[in-house]
């Protein structure tokens, strides 16, 4: 299924569209966590496919990024994990890879932004189902 993120992403082609916390923001500030929130890092089927290709959740996690187009960005202060990072660039995922990452059916929103919402705007419009908490 197409989601909102989908259209934006192929329709607005003048716009690049940038992975926002790509690997699940695991240092996001306690008063965003919830207990019910996903963790990314540990997700089976990211750590299926990462088996699969001898690589870490955090690489499946960029390198399904990539692929689909989005510039992905993430942070760390870990000189091992910039090395890990960067060579997501040499994971291929395959279109069976993605067909299940993008199956994935949880939808959970790490950070809320509520604010960023102008009034009298359903946040809906913008969101994409996603647990609030
Ligand atoms: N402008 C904004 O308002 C805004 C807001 C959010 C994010 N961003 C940008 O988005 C980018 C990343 O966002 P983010 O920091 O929220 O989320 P993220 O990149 O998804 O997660 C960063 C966290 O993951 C850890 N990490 C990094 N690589 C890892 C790996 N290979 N394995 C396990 N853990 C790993 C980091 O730990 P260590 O550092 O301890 O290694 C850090 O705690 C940054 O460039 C940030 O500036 C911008």
Wanted: with cysteine; net charge negative; aromatic share 10%.
């Amino acid at each position: 299924m197409r989601s909102k993120y989908d259209v934006l992403i192929n329709y607005f082609l003048d716009i690049i569209c940038v992975a926002y916390s790509p690997i699940g923001a695991p240092n996001r500030p306690d008063f965003f966590k919830e207990v019910s929130h996903p963790v990314l890092l540990e997700d089976d089927v990211i750590e299926a496919i990462a088996k699969k290709h001898n690589a870490t959740a955090a690489q499946v996690l960029l390198a399904w990024g990539m692929k689909r187009g989005i510039p992905v960005i993430p942070k760390s202060v870990t000189p091992s994990r910039i090395d890990e990072n960067l060579k997501s660039c040499n994971v291929q995922l395959d279109d069976e890879d993605m067909a299940k990452i993008n199956g994935i059916s949880t939808r959970a929103r790490y950070l809320g932004h509520q604010w960023s919402i102008p009034p009298g705007v359903d946040i809906e419009v913008f969101w994409d189902g996603e647990y609030l908490g």
